[in-house]
C-alpha cells in the first residue's frame, strides 16, 4: 500500500459523517474534520485509507474512536463505509444544543454513507437520553429515524446475547395546577 495525500478522503469522510444530520448539531457539518491515530496507510488507486493505534476522528459534536478505522471510496471517490474496530469502538454526537449526547458502543462500527446506517456489531450498546438499548447487533437508519436490535447472525461473537435488552425511561409528566 502507499502513501498518498489525505485530502480527498479527509474531505469524502466529511461529507459522509455530516450527512448524518438527525444526530448532529446543525453546524457539524460545516467544521473541520481532525483524524489522530498513530499511523496511517492510505491508497488512492483502490480507495482505503487505514489508520491505526487510538484512532480518534471528530468533527463538530461527533466523535468516533477505534484501534483501527478503515474508511473505503466508491469509484467516484465518495464515502463508501467506514469501520471502526475497538475494545469496544465508540461513536458520540449530540443531536441538538438542548439535547444529551448520543453514545454507541460496540466492537465494531460500520457507517454506510449511501443510506445513511450506522451498524453496531458485538457488544453493541447506545445510550440516548437515559433510554439503552443492548445486544449483538444494532442498526439505525438516521434517514428514517429508525432502530432494529437483534441477533448478529453469521459473526464470531465475543459474548453471544440471545436477547436485546432494553431500557426506556418514562417521559415526564407536566406538573399539575394545585387547587385553591
Known amino acids: 500500500m502507499r502513501f498518498v495525500k489525505t485530502l480527498p478522503l479527509l474531505l469524502g469522510l466529511g461529507a459522509a459523517l455530516g450527512s448524518a444530520s438527525t444526530w448532529a448539531l446543525p453546524d457539524d457539518r460545516e467544521q473541520p474534520i481532525r483524524v489522530q491515530a498513530d499511523s496511517a ?85 447506545v445510550i440516548q437520553e437515559g433510554n439503552t438499548f443492548e445486544g449483538e447487533k444494532i442498526v439505525y437508519d438516521t434517514r428514517r429515524q429508525i432502530v432494529n436490535a437483534g441477533r448478529a447472525s453469521g459473526a464470531a461473537l465475543t459474548s453471544p446475547r440471545p436477547r436485546i435488552d432494553m431500557v426506556i425511561q418514562p417521559k415526564p409528566k407536566p406538573a399539575q395546577p394545585q387547587d385553591p
Open 41 to 125: 496507510e492510505l491508497d488512492d488507486r483502490q480507495g482505503v485509507a487505514v489508520y491505526h493505534g487510538n484512532v480518534i476522528i471528530t468533527q463538530g459534536s461527533m466523535k468516533i474512536t477505534g484501534d483501527k478505522v478503515t474508511i473505503t471510496q466508491t469509484a467516484d471517490g465518495d464515502i463508501d463505509v467506514f469501520t471502526s474496530v475497538g475494545k469496544p469502538a465508540y461513536y458520540e454526537q449530540r443531536p441538538a444544543a438542548d439535547k444529551d449526547l448520543v453514545k454507541a458502543y460496540g466492537l465494531t462500527i460500520q457507517y454506510f454513507a449511501a443510506n445513511e446506517r450506522i451498524v453496531l456489531i458485538d457488544q453493541a450498546r
